[in-house]
T-cell receptor
Framework: KAGVTQTPRYLIKTRGQQVTLSCSPISGHRSVSWYQQTPGQGLQFLFEYFSETQRNKGNFPGRFSGRQFSNSRSEMNVSTLELGDSALYLCASSLVPGDSRNQPQHFGDGTRLSIL | AKTTQPISMDSYEGQEVNITCSHN???????ITWYQQFPSQGPRFIIQGYKTKVTNEVASLFIPADRKSSTLSLPRVSLSDTAVYYCLVGGTYRDDKIIFGKGTRLHILP
């Protein structure tokens, strides 16, 4: 079974631009979560989608947004990029048939975003 | 529930490594999950358990009766086990948002 696929793996942007990252979950997984990882802050939760609906959102500004499609694939968008947005962005998928908080998450290898 | 793990640990190849995680406020329905992360990769699920002992092909998880802590045991580690290990409790949410702690940076020496 294929794992979580994130594209692109690397991305370089300049301040003020916007970016869209893509995530394809494991087949059959319906929940997709996004995380930002930086050396200083560690892994921080961005948002979670299930059945095309955002279920939870972390403490990030409105410049960070996402969506999920009917095939469970997800995208996240960051507008008006800032230097501090440089990070590894990780996507994770899980089955959500029951108590989602105990479902192991399966992560992709992330998109490394560098802002110049 | 908030989790507490050692920030870093060193060990030698061939040794057994035990990483303990404290989670005093674990809820009745919460499972305990451990992840491993290598640089520039996403965390990888290692093992999950609810009580007593769980073992798979890579690790064992020991959970005492009060469930206020758990220990991840890695048998006969190798250099490739050098990574960051995260302990998560099902209730590791704040306002329903999953919270990863800082994890334990394990360094295996030759």
């Amino acid at each position: 079974k294929a794992g979580v696929t994130q594209t692109p793996r690397y991305l370089i942007k300049t301040r003020g631009q916007q970016v869209t990252l893509s995530c394809s979950p494991i087949s059959g997984h319906r929940s997709v979560s996004w995380y930002q990882q930086t050396p200083g802050q560690g892994l921080q939760f961005l948002f979670e989608y299930f059945s095309e609906t955002q279920r939870n959102k972390g403490n990030f500004p409105g410049r960070f947004s996402g969506r999920q499609f009917s095939n469970s694939r997800s995208e996240m968008n960051v507008s008006t990029l800032e230097l501090g947005d440089s990070a590894l962005y990780l996507c994770a998928s899980s089955l959500v048939p029951g108590d989602s908080r105990n479902q192991p998450q399966h992560f992709g290898d992330g998109t490394r975003l560098s802002i110049l | 529930a908030k989790t507490t793990q050692p920030i870093s640990m060193d060990s030698y190849e061939g040794q057994e490594v035990n990483i303990t995680c404290s989670h005093n406020n674990i809820a009745t329905n919460d499972y305990i999950t451990w992840y491993q992360q290598f640089p520039s990769q996403g965390p990888r699920f290692i093992i999950q358990g609810y009580k007593t002992k769980v073992t798979n092909e890579v690790a064992s998880l020991f959970i005492p009766a009060d469930r206020k802590s758990s220990t991840l045991s890695l048998p006969r580690v190798s250099l490739s086990d050098t990574a960051v290990y995260y302990c998560l409790v099902g209730g590791t949410y704040r306002d329903d948002k999953i919270i990863f702690g800082k994890g334990t940076r394990l360094h295996i020496l030759p």
